[in-house]
Each structure stands twice: as C-alpha cells, then as structure tokens.
C-alpha cells in the first residue's frame, strides 16, 4: 500500500486542472472517511444490512 503521501498526490493529480483548495480539501475528506468505514467493517463493527433496512423502514415507505 502506497504511503499516505503518495495517496495523496495520486488523489489531486487525478483531479481537474481548475480544482480549487475546497475540491481537493472535499476530496481528502471523503477519502478520510471511506477509509475509516473500511475500517470499521474490517473490525467488523459494521451494521448488518437487514439491521440498516430494520431502522431504515420507520422513515422510508414502499
């Protein structure tokens, strides 16, 4: 796995060339916190599906 470095520079390279500090600070966030639900999941503290569509239904209607 490359650096936290590296990642970064991969992550704004791909970026567009008009990005602006708010896109690429956006762009750093997301990835922050994806890879923190990655985490979570490989501890495997995650939520089971039908637990989410169990606390899901009081909001969401067919």
């Not at 470095?5 to 060339?17: G, N, T, Y």
């Not at 039908?50 to 209607?61: A, D, G, N």
Request: charged content about 35%; hydrophobic content about 40%.
């Amino acid at each position: 796995m490359p650096k936290v470095k590296q990642q970064i520079i991969q992550i704004i390279q791909a970026l567009p060339e008009d990005v602006t500090v708010d896109d690429v600070m956006a762009e750093l966030y997301f990835k922050l916190q994806v890879d923190a639900g990655l985490k979570e999941l490989d501890e495997e503290k995650g939520i089971p599906h039908e637990e989410v569509e169990k606390r899901m239904s009081k909001w969401l209607t067919k």
